[in-house]
T-cell receptor, first 112, second 112 residues
Framework: DVKVTQSSRYLVKRTGEKVFLECVQDMDHENMFWYRQDPGLGLRLIYF???????EKGDIPEGYSVSREKKERFSLILESASTNQTSMYLC???????????FGQGTRLTVV | GENVEQHPSTLSVQEGDSAVIKCTYS??????FPWYKQELGKRPQLIIDIRSNVGEKKDQRIAVTLNKTAKHFSLHITETQPEDSAVYFCAARWGSQGNLIFGKGTKLSVKP
């Protein structure tokens, strides 16, 4: 079974804090994604990585950065958290062969 | 960039009826079209997918059709059951390293 694991289920952070969201997959997938999910807006792509140290901006990269130093781990960084970044964050991974994306359980981030 | 439009945003049907959700995409290079089901409080799970060299795919009560000329694809659920109630997302992807872009989702309610 493919496992995509996000480091936290719930997080509460203060405005201005630097926040790290971690995602690990155990299937040697090349591609990893970070999405943000908000009611009525669906899943919006923040960043995408197709290889170690490689990244591409998605639709809403402002205020976020990412890091992929190892193939299995993809980190999302909020440099200075703001209240409008309160959301559910979902990580996903997929192989370049069958392309099916598997999701992590999500991190509910609240910025106060 | 790629854009995926999904309709309707909400859909209510009686148990036993059929449900149809439609999506359109903007990039003609898109070649992979998955559908995800997300139950309340859970992560999205793939239910069916189709590649651009296929026009239709079925899996029991679920089917997906693809019209490449018109750049739209649809999810068909027959003989709906209350456990089909969830939010359904369509997505489109191009290449093996392309972004996976989602529609905004359809909340399906199946009334007993």
């Amino acid at each position: 079974d493919v496992k995509v694991t996000q480091s936290s289920r719930y997080l509460v952070k203060r405005t201005g804090e630097k926040v790290f969201l971690e995602c690990v997959q155990d299937m040697d997938h090349e591609n990893m994604f970070w999405y943000r999910q908000d009611p009525g807006l669906g899943l919006r792509l923040i960043y995408f990585s197709y290889d170690v140290k490689m990244k591409e901006k998605g639709d809403i990269p402002e205020g976020y950065s990412v890091s992929r130093e190892k193939k299995e781990r993809f980190s999302l960084i909020l440099e200075s958290a703001s209240t409008n970044q309160t959301s559910m964050y979902l990580c996903a991974s997929s192989s370049i062969v069958d392309r099916q994306a598997f999701f992590g359980q999500g991190t509910r981030l609240t910025v106060v | 960039g790629e854009n995926v439009e999904q309709h309707p945003s909400t859909l209510s049907v009686q148990e036993g009826d059929s449900a149809v959700i439609k999506c359109t995409y903007s990039d003609s290079a898109s070649n992979y079209f998955p559908w995800y089901k997300q139950e309340l409080g859970k992560r999205p799970q793939l239910i069916i997918d189709i590649r651009s060299n296929v026009g239709e795919k079925k899996d029991q009560r679920i089917a997906v059709t693809l019209n490449k000329t018109a750049k739209h694809f649809s999810l068909h659920i027959t003989e709906t059951q209350p456990e089909d109630s969830a939010v359904y997302f369509c997505a489109a992807r191009w290449g093996s390293q392309g972004n996976l872009i989602f529609g905004k989702g359809t909340k399906l309610s199946v009334k007993p």
